[in-house]
Nanobody, 122 residues
Framework: QVQLVESGGGLVRAGDSLRLSCVASGRTSGSLVMAWFRQAPGQEREFVAYVNWRGNLTNYRSSVKGRFTISRDNAKNTMYLQMNSLKPEDTAVYYC???????????????WGQGTQVTVSG
């Protein structure tokens, strides 16, 4: 089992930055892949970014490339999402997810956090 707890969300203005964190506990060793997804009201949950165990393989949805950076510190069992140049369309609940395979599909991630709200005012 893997437990995930997100933090770092908040209300910011367009153009501001936020850093989200996700602390993992439980079965965190090995090939755990971690990812961020987000879900806006009335929308489906969508992929934001993932990072592999070693941190040398990442992938982003096109709309956040160049603005968001995913990283992890395995010594702290923590994954981060640095979000710069935020836009109102980035407003959503951001979820941390983990599993032992590479994927950008929410249906293929078994472990989820409770989510943290990010609101970007225009």
């Amino acid at each position: 089992q893997v437990q995930l707890v997100e933090s770092g969300g908040g209300l910011v203005r367009a153009g501001d930055s936020l850093r989200l964190s996700c602390v993992a506990s439980g079965r965190t060793s090995g090939s755990l892949v971690m990812a961020w997804f987000r879900q806006a009201p009335g929308q489906e949950r969508e992929f934001v970014a993932y990072v592999n165990w070693r941190g040398n393989l990442t992938n982003y949805r096109s709309s956040v490339k160049g603005r968001f950076t995913i990283s992890r510190d395995n010594a702290k069992n923590t994954m981060y999402l640095q979000m710069n140049s935020l836009k109102p369309e980035d407003t959503a609940v951001y979820y941390c997810a983990a599993d032992f395979k590479i994927s950008d599909s929410p249906g293929l991630f078994y472990y989820w956090g409770q989510g943290t709200q990010v609101t970007v005012s225009g």
